[in-house]
């Protein structure tokens, strides 16, 4: 049986490899085997490797086939296996970061950089289902049409404008909410969006840079920063609610991110460098 395994952490090219593994046992009682079709990839798995984050206990990922507890596990709509099958990973995220970190009220914003990936999109169509509006400012105009297509109220570059653009659009109504994946001086911007008493809220840094902030803005507009981390929630009670949450919306056609590229297992590697280049990669585990 094919898998990608890690035995250490360390530089994902150094430490990934393909291996073959023993089949595993038939199922308990409580237990189902499952075959593994397709897998996302993020920059996210790539941290964790690297021990970057934090360093959970090792044990093999990626594998044609696995024993998972029949409890939690529930059959899906007709749909795109593809799209599916990112279900479990950006989801949760933009679902936690909405539910977790404030309370929010009909008719507050939702600010957000890097609006056009994977998380970005889930908490549009998050956002838009639970009844709150997105303010979304992405990099590149050429996914606007698209964002918007989906579901997001405001598209902007995350450019110095952005704060002023928007601001005559919404006029004084309640921010409350600032979701950070850039890192440097990006979350500048929103903080100047954000509305006393609201929340930033960090869950990457594609730039590796520091967040850089306005120290003055914090203290008088009493933001509170956060860190966000998946793994630090419970999955049957957390993770999995918001999980069955995006399902619909996925089959529905309101929930989609389209991946960069989509790789063999054999191809890991190249699918990492795709990755740190930018873009949703897939893993095709085994054949349906």
């Known amino acids: 049986m094919r ?47 690297s021990g970057t984050l934090v360093r959970p206990p090792l044990a093999g990922a990626w594998r044609e086939r696995m024993l998972l507890p029949a409890e939690g596990l529930f ?8 799209q599916f099958s990112m279900v479990g990973s950006n989801p949760p995220t933009a679902g936690l970061i909405l539910s977790e970190y404030t309370d929010l009220e009909p008719g507050d914003w939702i600010v ?15 956002t838009k289902a639970r009844g709150f509006r997105t303010i979304n400012l992405a990099r590149n105009e050429s996914a606007f ?55 930033l809220v960090a869950y990457a840094s594609a730039t590796g840079q520091p ?17 966000f981390l998946a793994g630090q929630f419970d999955y049957a009670t957390k993770v999995l609610p918001v999980i069955r949450e995006a399902v619909p919306l996925v089959a529905g056609g309101a929930l989609a ?24 990669a897939l893993i095709q585990i085994s054949q349906p």
């Open 3 to 49: 898998a990608i395994q890690i035995t250490e952490f360390g530089a994902p090219e150094d430490v990934v490899h393909v291996v073959d593994l023993t089949e595993p046992p038939a199922p308990g009682a409580t237990e189902v085997k499952v075959a593994v079709q397709i897998s996302p990839l993020n920059r996210h798995d790539l941290l964790l490797i």
């Open 75 to 82: 059959t899906l709509p007709e749909g795109s296996v593809e």
């Open 112 to 126: 957000q950089n890097a609006a056009n990936s994977g998380v970005g999109r889930s908490l549009i169509a998050l």
């Open 145 to 199: 049409a698209d964002l918007t297509a989906s579901g997001a109220d405001i598209v902007h570059l995350d450019d110095a404008t952005a704060v002023e653009d928007v601001r005559k659009t919404i006029g004084d109504a309640r921010v409350a909410l600032a979701v950070d994946s850039v890192g440097g001086d990006a979350p500048a911007r929103m903080l100047d969006l954000l509305s006393d008493g609201g929340s």
């Open 211 to 227: 967040m850089s902030v306005n120290t003055l803005a914090l203290i008088g507009k009493r933001v509170t920063v956060r860190g």
């Open 257 to 280: 991110v389209p991946p960069a590229a989509v790789f063999d297992l054999d191809d890991i590697h190249a699918a990492m460098r795709q990755v740190v280049r930018g873009g949703k």
